[in-house]
């Protein structure tokens, strides 16, 4: 028996050497501080949690969703939510669709939008899964390196005129995975400009628009006037309501994009389990998750404060869940990592993971599980510190 040849597109597991020392760390005992994953440690708020239990209560939720584009009432919810949010007007029958989970768009939109031979512009470092479904389609990747030195944004003249000229799709991630860069108006304005006269259609994932802190608003791309004509935005309630399991999402934007889309994923899935959409638009509109920003900020601040007064020099973040610390000299991302976690028993993701741009950092998470108050994070300092770091 032989598996498909596409599977040997996927590249290898980068991170398969940590893994197997974390393993080994764990089974010695270690008290490890796990800075890698980014997944909300805190429960999901209590009124979205008994929004679902009385939504699991009405029978109608129990059978397929077999409306066009995902449960009407969560599609409105989103529309208002856009509204309110942004400003932005969205035709809930034609511009948007329900997705479980932001991944599932960002995967599938690439088998939807990419035929073999065709181009993705994706950001380096970034989230892997735009690369791999672009090349699982047949499609081949260009990246765009996302540097420190220009904010971690990408530099749209440095995109080679030929690769623009055959790309179909460019992925953008604001407020970013890994980097924690964020994105302005003028940028969305360029890249809006950029995709229109290159005929690209833009595929911008918003995955942490609401994981801000000290008082930065993440813009969405669709602001831009004439954004509709290329751009489809995704986002999910993963990361701002502490949903990351419930697999609830959407994604908004340019009409055809979205029906191409969605005629893609009518012949994949059959949505999820309807009580979820009533209870995820209820929290769209309703609810906000301040305990929990707050405690990010609180690891935020003791994580960067207590590094930089040991000679790192980090930025703070003004939003998504991640701290982006450079390694010191001499190391690899990967070295660095397998240092931390074999010295000091702190866990952190090499840079590397993310792409060729992303070595020489490391990617530190602010959801830090049995974290309380900070008090992991707290650890984490404390032992690296004990380290004695030379930095030049
Ligand atoms: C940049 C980015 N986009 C999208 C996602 C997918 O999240 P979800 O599928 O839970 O919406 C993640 C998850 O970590 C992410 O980091």
Not at 106 to 115: E, V
Not at 290 to 318: C, F, H, M, S
Request: some cysteine; proline content about 6%; overall charge negative.
């Amino acid at each position: 028996m032989q598996r498909a040849q596409r599977l040997d597109k996927i590249p290898p597991y980068l991170f398969g050497e940590i893994a197997r020392l974390r393993a080994k760390v764990a089974a010695e005992g270690v008290d490890l501080v796990n800075l890698s994953i980014g997944d909300p440690d805190q429960p999901t708020p209590q009124p979205i949690i008994d929004k679902l239990c009385e939504a699991a209560n009405n029978p109608e939720t129990h059978r397929y969703d077999e409306s066009e584009a995902g449960w009407p009432e969560y599609l409105s919810a989103v529309a208002k939510w856009y509204k309110n949010r942004f400003g932005v007007d969205i035709d809930p029958d034609s511009e948007a669709m329900l997705l479980l989970g932001s991944k599932d768009g960002l995967a599938h939109i690439c088998w939807a939008m990419i035929d073999p031979g065709d181009i993705s512009l994706v950001p380096d470092p970034g989230y892997t899964v735009y690369k791999v479904n672009t090349m699982l389609a047949g499609g081949d990747t260009v990246a765009m390196p996302l540097l420190e030195a220009n904010g971690f944004l990408p530099d749209l003249s440095a995109i080679p005129s030929d690769a623009a000229k055959s790309a179909k799709l460019m992925f953008l991630n604001y407020p970013n995975n890994p980097t924690g860069g964020v994105a302005d108006l003028k940028f969305y304005g360029d890249v809006v400009k950029f995709a229109r006269e290159y005929d690209i259609a833009v595929v911008s994932d918003i995955a942490y628009c609401d994981v801000t802190y000290d008082g930065y608003v993440a813009p969405s791309m669709l602001e831009i006037d004439g954004a509709k004509d290329v751009v489809i935005e995704m986002h999910s309630l993963s990361k701002s309501f502490n949903m990351t399991g419930w697999r609830i999402g959407f994604a908004v934007g340019n009409s055809d994009i979205v029906a191409a889309l969605n005629k893609l994923k009518s012949n994949l899935d059959s949505r999820q389990f309807p009580a979820i959409d009533l209870a995820a638009a209820y929290a769209l509109n309703n609810v906000t998750n301040e305990q929990t920003l707050a405690l990010y900020k609180r690891r935020r601040d003791i994580l960067v404060d207590g590094l930089n007064a040991i000679g790192w020099k980090l930025n703070k973040p003004v939003a998504s869940l991640y701290v982006w610390a450079r390694v010191p000299d001499g190391y690899t991302s990967a070295d660095f990592a397998k240092m931390l976690l074999m010295e000091a028993g702190v866990l952190v993701i090499p840079g590397n993971g993310y792409g060729e741009y992303g070595e020489g950092y490391v990617r530190m998470s602010l959801t830090v599980a049995d974290d309380v108050n900070g008090d992991r994070v707290t650890e984490a300092v404390k032992r690296i510190s004990e380290l004695n770091i030379k930095w030049s």
